[in-house]
């Protein structure tokens, strides 16, 4: 059941995003023969049982359904007025996998995050002893962050993640997302960050985790090497992150 969902991402993403991925035509994708598909494969993982059937990787299978419970249900961020607005519909249930209902947080920082607070919270995501928890990916990977997809400007752009392929995948979203957002400053004093950094310091191992984990897929020699002669003393600066939907 894991291919199909991933067929249809790859066939809505075709249609209705630009070529990276980064910005969608929400409009005509809401009454779209692409967005029916994607709808039904989403209604036929409801009898989906992980724990009985083969698949690649339970981080890739996740990863697609979060994007794809997104994308189905869009045309709920098209009519969000406020930050308050948005954040509610990542936290309300909207998905069922197998016999459980879960909410796009609940995805997101209950499963790929081994059951991690959310920003701003110090309470877990889901209860010890939640049966929803045997089905959490094995491994944490912290590149998770740069393959979910939140239908925003300042969002990871759209991908399609298969389980045979995931390590390569995940670099190239993370390597990309960080070319594209990291702005290394006062000759390498200050790096400014997506802000998602800030949000999920403790997955990367704090600052100086962040800066190892962003310098490492700089692609410039000699800025790496301004940074590198700070020794360590780099100071971070994190962007504002746009919640405005990424219309194309």
Not at 222 to 228: G, M, R
Request: proline letters at 5%; aromatic letters at 10%; a neutral charge.
């Amino acid at each position: 059941m894991d291919q199909p969902l991933a067929a249809a991402l790859e066939a809505l993403k075709a249609v209705h995003f630009d070529a990276q991925g980064a910005a969608g035509d929400y409009a005509t994708l809401a009454a779209s023969p692409e967005r029916a598909r994607l709808a039904a494969c989403l209604a036929e993982i409801e009898g989906f049982d992980i724990r009985r059937s083969h698949i690649p990787s339970q981080m890739a299978f996740w990863i697609n359904v979060f994007n794809a419970g997104v994308l189905r249900d869009a045309s709920e961020l098209r009519l969000a007025v406020s930050a308050r607005n948005v954040e509610a519909f990542f936290a309300r249930p909207r998905l069922k996998v197998g016999a459980y209902q879960y909410s796009l947080d609940e995805i997101e920082h209950g499963l790929l995050r081994g059951n991690a607070p959310k920003q701003g919270s110090s309470r877990k995501p889901m209860a010890p002893g939640d049966p929803r928890l045997e089905y959490m990916p094995v491994l944490f990977d912290e590149r998770m962050h740069f393959g979910l997809h939140s239908a925003c400007r300042s969002s990871p752009p759209l991908r399609v993640f298969r389980g045979g392929q995931l390590d390569r995948q995940l670099e190239e979203a993370t390597a990309d997302y960080i070319r594209r957002s990291v702005r290394v400053e006062k000759k390498g004093a200050l790096l400014t960050v997506p802000r998602l950094f800030r949000w999920f310091a403790e997955d990367f191992g704090g600052e100086s985790g962040i800066v190892e984990f962003v310098v490492a897929r700089i692609d410039d020699e000699a800025t790496v090497e301004a940074i590198d002669r700070r020794l360590g003393s780099v100071k971070l600066q994190y962007a504002e992150y746009d919640w405005t939907l990424n219309r194309r």
